[in-house]
């Protein structure tokens, strides 16, 4: 019974981290989708700052969004460690470091999301007409945008890595789910990699986002339904779960 409070702690913390978790996965899919996805015309200048100019308010949600998102990955990247570090204290802390450089980078790359903003305003007139110019300073830097949250989702992917490791053999899940995070990562990488060097392969890539997806909504919902496992105490002998 003296280890009731410890496992209450933990069952607590992997609530909040789950929770915080599953805010990530709805503020990125709104702000990526539901806001850069239907006023961003790819490769179309003008028709993407009358767009941002067309919807400040929604465009500047959505960089609000974004900016929830980050305040919530530090929230996991944290509640993470603190859940794993009695299990593997040398990959909690890989996982976590990496985790909180993709914050910090995709943060300092929501300044191109302002400015596309700054720019897309510039462009459009009084009475409607689009400037070449400015809007081509807008497109340029969501652009800009794009390629910083891929270099950020590479720090990420490594970062999933190392929490696969950590659920694989440590039987903290069902060997499914441990697979579908190594997996997870495996697509990341790949994915940023080639929007970085390979443009034109970005299309045959996209559908595999399918896997994290799925992969990181049953994460997080064990985390807040179940937890990792029954007793924090004792790390060395973690009770097996399914997932």
Known sequence: ????????????????????????????IFAEFAVRGSLIADDDAITTADNIAGSPGLFGVGIGADAVMITLDVVVAFGLFGLLRNVNRRLALTATVLRL????????NLVNL???????????GT????????????????????LGYDAGLIAFGLSTLALARILATSHLVS?????GMYATGVVYLVGSFAALLAPSASTVIDPFYAIPLIVELAFAVRLVTRGLYANITE???PVPVGV
Request: charged share 20%; aromatic share 2%; hydrophobic share 50%.
């Open 1 to 28: 019974m003296r280890n009731q409070p410890t496992h209450d702690r933990q069952a607590i913390l992997a609530r909040r981290t789950g929770l915080a978790y599953l805010g990530i996965i709805a503020t990125g």
């Open 101 to 108: 450089v993709q914050g910090a980078v995709i943060a300092i």
């Open 114 to 124: 302002a400015q596309a903003l700054g720019f897309a305003r510039d462009a459009v």
């Open 127 to 146: 009475d409607g007409t689009v400037l070449a110019g400015p809007a081509r300073d807008a497109l340029d830097a969501v652009e800009r945008h794009a």
């Open 175 to 179: 060997r499914p789910l441990a697979l």
């Open 235 to 237: 790390p060395a002998h």
